[in-house]
Nanobody, 117 residues
Framework: QVQLVESGGGLVQPGGSLRLSCAAS????????MSWYRQSPGKERELVAA????????KYADSVKGRFTISRDNAKNTVYLQMNSLKPEDTARYYC??????????WGQGTQVTVSS
């Protein structure tokens, strides 16, 4: 059974940083691209960052380029999202999933990120 468990969210002031983690199980992690999505109330879930399963190919939403970095540790079946220079508009619930352009699996619980002074 596929499990995606996100963690690391919280309340942070504008300009601050957070590092999200996603522990995956139930599938061959190293064979899949992994992505981070986010959803805020009243908005559709959007792709934030994605990383290929081989090499270091990545892509980012324009709104987070230069501020967010996706990385993965295949030995730990974990994908990370380092978020710097956070803005109030980054406030959302963040989710991970397998896939580069679209999600493969059901969603986990996500982790809430709130950027506010």
């Amino acid at each position: 059974q596929v499990q995606l468990v996100e963690s690391g969210g919280g309340l942070v002031q504008p300009g601050g940083s957070l590092r999200l983690s996603c522990a995956a199980s139930g599938f061959i992690f190293s064979a899949y691209a992994m992505s981070w999505y986010r959803q805020s109330p009243g908005k559709e879930r959007e792709l934030v960052a994605a990383m290929a399963h081989i090499g270091s190919t990545t892509k980012y939403a324009d709104s987070v380029k230069g501020r967010f970095t996706i990385s993965r540790d295949n030995a730990k079946n974990t994908v990370y999202l380092q978020m710097n220079s956070l803005k109030p508009e980054d406030t959302a619930r963040y989710y991970c999933n397998a896939g580069y352009n679209s999600p493969f699996h059901s969603w986990g619980q996500g982790t809430q990120v709130t950027v506010s002074s």
